[in-house]
């Protein structure tokens, strides 16, 4: 089998160990009116960290036989949905506690100028 690489969308994770499943998907001419139409394929990936989540945009290779219908394992991941978010929700955690730290509550100042009379 000649090498090959595809970019694709992880659409099944988590049934099985080790694997994923990634849909393909690439665009061909129609045979009569040369219109694109696209088409999807879908390709068992081995995934030996477990590390694919749902949604993901990887590329795979093609590789020897890992089982009965594996044959490609996971080159790179290219861009994780899930990994993005929580380092937004990360990033604004540690905003908003650097501003809570800093901030002054109202109260706070009532009890300053209350003690200062």
Same mark, same amino acid.
């Given at each position: 089998?000649?090498?090959?690489?595809?970019?694709?969308?992880?659409?099944?994770?988590?049934?099985?160990?080790?694997?994923?499943?990634?849909?393909?998907?690439?665009?061909?001419?129609?045979? !009569?009116?040369?219109?694109?139409? &696209? #088409?999807? +394929?879908?390709?068992?990936?081995?995934?030996?960290?477990? %590390?694919?989540?749902?949604?993901?945009?990887?590329?795979?290779?093609?590789?020897?036989?890992?089982?009965?219908?594996?044959?490609?394992?996971?080159?790179?991941? !290219?861009?994780?949905?899930?990994? &993005? #978010?929580? +380092?937004?929700?990360?990033?604004?955690?540690?905003?908003? %506690?650097?501003?809570?730290?800093?901030?002054?509550?109202?109260?706070?100042?009532?009890?300053?100028?209350?003690?200062?009379?």
């Amino acid at each position: 089998m000649p090498p090959m690489a595809f970019r694709g969308l992880v659409t099944k994770v988590g049934f099985m160990n080790k694997t994923a499943t990634v849909t393909v998907t690439r665009w061909v001419a129609h045979k !009569i009116t040369r219109k694109r139409i &696209e #088409r999807t +394929k879908k390709y068992l990936t081995h995934d030996p960290e477990n %590390k694919l989540q749902k949604d993901d945009i990887v590329i795979i290779r093609n590789c020897p036989p890992v089982s009965a219908r594996k044959r490609f394992k996971l080159e790179t991941i !290219i861009e994780s949905p899930e990994t &993005e #978010r929580a +380092k937004m929700r990360m990033r604004r955690a540690e905003q908003a %506690k650097a501003s809570s730290a800093t901030s002054v509550s109202p109260t706070s100042v009532l009890r300053v100028l209350l003690n200062s009379t």
